[in-house]
């Protein structure tokens, strides 16, 4: 509270006062424009409007019950086969569908009980060959490692750029207590940083998803909070 008489943003020079302002302005805006972003992608991902914590899991850890062979074995194919076929097919998709298993034994009971439609009817997919099944077996595996890297620098530059100078402009204001100041300082970064760990932590354990929505929230209040004290004090 010692420097409330040094840094008062409702005395700053007006010209920086326009600056601060069109930037807060401009930075609250991107925030929300970002949080209607992650809605329509992510918030899509598990089909229901609305971002839930199945969107993030199935967004970073991906559907893996999801192999669309699966799905129908299960459904409309269920008669073709009986049960102790159907499991050790449903195994080998659950296993990866390695091209070995493929050649020394399923594909024996595939040509069994499925080609004589698939393989012959024209306009569903041909089960004859290993690259026919593979169509149907593959599991979504969410966001590929490649991808989370990408996307986690960006993020973490991008982002912590944008908090320096929220963050900045806040110590300007007078009146909030120093521990109030600092907490609200660092929170938006310590939850930037649990934000990218929870992601690449949810492509393995979909448990993680709750760290993302908890972040998430953590740094939208603390620099929600920054940009209207500052804006409210110019
Ligand atoms: C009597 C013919 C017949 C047999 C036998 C049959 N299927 Fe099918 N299958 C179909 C038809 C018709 C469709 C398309 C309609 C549908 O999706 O239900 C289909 C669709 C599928 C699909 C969805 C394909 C896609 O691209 O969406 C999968 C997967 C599948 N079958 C797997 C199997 C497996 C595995 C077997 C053997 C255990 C099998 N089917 C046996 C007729 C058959």
């Not at 967004?59 to 459904?75: A, D």
């Not at 080998?92 to 393989?119: K, M, Y």
């Not at 207590?177 to 492509?203: E, H, M």
């Not at 760290?211 to 953590?218: A, E, M, P």
Request: glycine content about 8%; proline content about 3%; overall charge neutral.
């Amino acid at each position: 509270m010692s420097q409330q008489s040094k840094h008062e943003l409702s005395t700053i020079d007006v010209s920086l006062k326009a600056l601060f302002t069109g930037y807060l302005l401009v930075v609250g805006l991107g925030l929300c424009m970002a949080f209607a972003q992650i809605l329509f992608t992510h918030g899509m991902a598990d089909g229901k409007f609305g971002l839930s914590v199945d969107d993030i899991v199935y967004s970073y850890y991906g559907n893996r019950e999801g192999s669309r062979l699966e799905m129908k074995l299960q459904g409309s194919m269920k008669l073709m086969a009986d049960e102790a076929t159907r499991a050790e097919i449903i195994k080998w998709v659950r296993n990866g569908s390695p091209e070995d298993t493929w050649n020394s034994s399923i594909q024996t009971l595939v040509t069994a009980n499925c080609v004589r439609c698939h393989g012959v009817i024209p306009g569903i997919p041909d089960y004859r060959t290993y690259e026919g099944i593979k169509t149907v077996t593959a599991i979504d595996e969410g966001a590929t490692v490649p991808t989370l890297a990408r996307v986690s620098h960006i993020h973490l530059f991008g982002i912590a750029f944008i908090f320096f100078f929220i963050g900045f402009i806040f110590t300007k204001t007078s009146g909030i207590p120093d521990w109030l100041k600092v907490t609200a300082i660092s929170f938006p970064y310590g939850f930037l940083a649990t934000d990218v760990f929870s992601w690449w932590a949810t492509k393995w354990i979909p448990e993680f998803a709750y760290l993302t929505i908890i972040s998430g929230t953590g740094y939208s209040i603390a620099s929600a909070f920054m940009i209207f004290t500052s804006l409210y004090q110019m």
